[in-house]
């Protein structure tokens, strides 16, 4: 049986001896936080050896190229700066991710 987890995004990696512990998490459907936004809770965590985290960090950035030549996504360091400065000032509205700075 298969099974499949969403999750918003990567709360915390931590890094101990060869092993590296990555900790997903997802906006609460209930908790807020003083702004009224979702407060991000842990879902689940991954573990891995470190040479496995390092093949997974080259295939994501491998995927992230792809994303931005297709146009799917823009890194902020590659805009303007007034371009990016809009787009920070929006990001307090949207759930858009800082994973990509």
Same mark, same amino acid.
């Given at each position: #049986?298969?099974?499949?987890?969403?999750?918003? +995004?990567?709360?915390?990696?931590?890094?101990?001896?060869?092993?590296?512990?990555?900790?997903? #998490?997802?906006?609460? &459907?209930?908790?807020?936080?003083?702004?009224?936004?979702?407060?991000?809770?842990?879902?689940?965590?991954?573990? #891995?050896?470190?040479?496995?985290?390092?093949?997974?960090?080259?295939?994501?950035?491998?995927?992230? +190229?792809?994303?931005?030549?297709?146009?799917?996504?823009?890194?902020?360091?590659? #805009?303007?700066?007034?371009?990016?400065?809009?787009?920070? +000032?929006? &990001? +307090?509205?949207?759930?858009?991710?800082?994973?990509?700075?």
């Amino acid at each position: #049986m298969s099974s499949e987890l969403y999750a918003d +995004g990567i709360g915390e990696i931590t890094i101990t001896g060869t092993i590296v512990r990555i900790d997903l #998490m997802s906006l609460s &459907a209930t908790d807020r936080d003083a702004n009224n936004n979702p407060k991000p809770v842990f879902r689940q965590r991954i573990i #891995m050896p470190v040479d496995a985290f390092a093949n997974a960090v080259d295939l994501m950035q491998k995927a992230l +190229g792809g994303l931005v030549e297709a146009g799917a996504v823009r890194r902020i360091g590659d #805009m303007s700066a007034a371009a990016a400065a809009d787009i920070q +000032g929006e &990001a +307090g509205a949207s759930n858009a991710s800082p994973n990509f700075n």
